[in-house]
């Protein structure tokens, strides 16, 4: 394979369009004899294929290459990009009080794209140790504390005075990480919290504080073994007036339960975080492509409607919307699971 070198970092972004060449060569049965696969980039706001000779091995290889921003799109442009969002659809917006698209590019603030009040914008503590994905997306490849630098004052204000919350995101996690592992987090430390959603092997857990349930969230809402699926993910977690909670992924309720009691015990001292524990000691690695808060719980058809949304633009036109996200997110997970099979380290 002819893989050329780039000095700049915008080739880094571009990665997640490669993850596609992998698609064919690392379905279930495919060995290491060369197959022509091909290869799906974006550059300058345009989307191009090429068909490329391609081993299993290679393309485990050229994945670790992309995250080390070393591959430049090859060939001229040649089509246009496909969309991962329904243009007839758009994203609820009543009661929302924080949303995170990683759109920057670069860089090392998340910036709190909700208009409502004062920006939680969140600063990364070590961007080394995370890739901006093009055109929206962060990989968190290594341990890092992605966390505002001081109270998160709108979020704890806006859900004490409803008692409702909802917490939404798109994901693909890593797997097996334990601790539980911190995907979203309001709170303090290990033991104190105003909600927390997370990762404990192949379940999600959301940790909710109400005058009825622990400083720490207990009991919580689990969900079911095995939730964390090969793919991108989209999470919701609600908690209506009446303390009733379900956890939805991908538009279908799959666990339900009853938090008691209210929401005015919250502490407003209490910082938001993403990927972390504020006290650095319970890491999450995976790719984030939307955080979403809300002040009230919203309804099934709500939801549905923002997972019908789906995600930004992202130059991957294999099967178009929601789809495509999903097999971009398979093609990833594959890729990792067979590199560590094959030592090439992800």
């Known amino acids: ?63 670790n290459e992309v995250i080390a921003g070393r591959l430049e799109p090859p060939g001229p442009v040649s089509a246009s990009p496909a969309s991962l969002s ?7 917006t009543e009661g929302l009080v924080a949303l995170y698209t ?30 901006w994905l093009f055109p929206q997306g962060l990989l968190i490849k290594a341990p890092v504390l992605i966390a505002s630098p001081g109270p998160a004052t709108g979020i704890t204000a806006q859900c004490t005075a409803t008692s409702a919350i909802t917490v939404e ?29 997370a990762q404990e092997g192949s379940a999600y857990d959301f940790r909710l504080r109400t005058t009825e349930t622990s400083e720490n969230g207990f009991p919580s809402l689990a969900s079911p073994n095995g939730a964390v699926l090969d793919g991108f993910a989209h ?31 919250w502490s407003g001292s209490f910082r938001m975080a993403l990927g972390n524990e504020l006290t650095g000691d319970r890491p999450w ?5 939307l955080v979403a808060i809300y002040s009230r719980a919203l309804t099934r058809a709500e939801i549905e409607q923002n997972f019908n949304a789906g995600i930004s633009d992202v130059a991957v036109p294999l099967y178009g919307g929601i789809s495509a996200l999903v097999a971009l997110g398979v093609v990833a997970a594959t890729v990792r699971r067979l590199s560590r099979r094959r030592g090439a380290g992800w």
Request: hydrophobic share 40%; with cysteine; net charge negative.
């Open 1 to 63: 394979m002819n893989r050329s070198k780039i000095s700049s970092p915008t080739g880094i972004t571009r990665g997640i369009s490669y993850a596609a060449c992998a698609l064919l060569s690392l379905m279930p049965g495919a060995s290491d004899a060369e197959t022509a696969v091909n290869r799906v980039w974006c550059r300058n706001g345009q989307a191009g294929t090429q068909s490329v000779p391609c081993t299993a091995l290679d393309a485990a290889a050229l994945l």
């Open 102 to 131: 990683f759109t920057e590019g670069g860089g090392a603030l998340v910036h709190d794209v909700a208009n409502v009040g004062p920006p939680i914008d969140l600063s990364i503590s070590n961007p080394a140790n995370v890739i």
């Open 86 to 92: 329904d243009a007839g659809k758009q994203r609820v």
């Open 169 to 197: 995101v798109w994901v693909l996690p890593d797997d097996d990480q334990t601790g539980p592992a911190r995907i979203v987090s309001l709170s303090q430390d290990p033991y104190l919290r105003n909600f927390t959603l």
């Open 235 to 265: 999470l919701v977690y609600r908690r209506d007036t009446e303390g009733i909670a379900v956890f939805f992924q991908n538009s279908i309720p799959i666990s339900a339960g009853v938090a008691d009691g209210n929401l005015s015990n």
């Open 285 to 289: 690695q995976g790719w984030l492509l």
